[in-house]
C-alpha cells in the first residue's frame, strides 16, 4: 500500500500532469478556407468576362487561330456605331491614334474586328481603312459560326433564281 500513496501526485504518471500549449499551426482550417475561395472564385471568374452585346452576322468560317503570346486586340463596331476598342469606347477621331500608340507595344500586327450585322458594309469598310491607317494589315473579322455554307448559299442562289425568272425567261403571262 506503501507504493501507491507516493506516486499518485508526483512522478512522469501523475494524475495531475501539466499540458502545455502545442507551439504548431494546425493548417486544416486554413487549407479548407483557401478551397472553397478557389472554388468560389472557379466558378465566378466565367460570369466577370464582360464585353459588348454585337449581333454577329453568321457564317460557316472555322475559327482562327489564337497566338498564346498575347491576348488579342478586338475592335468592336456596336448597331448604335459605338467603337469599342478592347473594353473602352473610343471615338472613329481618335481611334488611329490610340491604334499606332497599341501597334507600337504589340509583337502581334492582328485585329480582330468585330461589327453588328446591322451596321452597313460602307461603315465597316470605313473602319477597316482606318486600321489600315493606323497599321494593322493582318485583319480578322469576327463572325458567328452558326451560319450557312458557301454551297448552300449557291443552292438558294440558283433556286431564287429560277423562281424569280420562271421557266420561259421571264415572259410568263
Known amino acids: 500500500m506503501a507504493g501507491f500513496g507516493g506516486s499518485a501526485g508526483s512522478g512522469r504518471g501523475g494524475r495531475f500532469r501539466r499540458h502545455r500549449p502545442i507551439a504548431e499551426i494546425n493548417v486544416t482550417p486554413m487549407v479548407d478556407v483557401m478551397l472553397v475561395l478557389l472554388v468560389i472564385f472557379m466558378v465566378a471568374a466565367p460570369m466577370l468576362t464582360v464585353g459588348v452585346d454585337v ?15 498575347e491576348p488579342p486586340l478586338t475592335l468592336t463596331l456596336t448597331a448604335d456605331g459605338r467603337l469599342v476598342l478592347q473594353d473602352r469606347e473610343v471615338t472613329l477621331a481618335e481611334l488611329v491614334g ?11 500586327k492582328r485585329i480582330y ?21 493606323a497599321g494593322f ?12 455554307t458557301a454551297a448552300s448559299a449557291t443552292q438558294k442562289k440558283t433556286a431564287g433564281g429560277a423562281s424569280a425568272t420562271g421557266a420561259d425567261g421571264g415572259r410568263s403571262q
Not at 55 to 69: C, H, I, Q, S
Open 55 to 69: 449581333d454577329l452576322p453568321k457564317t460557316a468560317a472555322g475559327p482562327l487561330p489564337v497566338e498564346p503570346e
Open 98 to 108: 490610340r491604334l499606332r500608340a497599341v501597334l507600337a507595344e504589340r509583337r502581334s
Open 113 to 133: 474586328l468585330r461589327a453588328d450585322g446591322a451596321i452597313p458594309y460602307g461603315e465597316v469598310m470605313r473602319l477597316m481603312g482606318a486600321l489600315d491607317a
Open 137 to 148: 494589315k493582318d485583319l480578322a473579322l469576327v463572325t458567328a459560326q452558326e451560319g450557312p
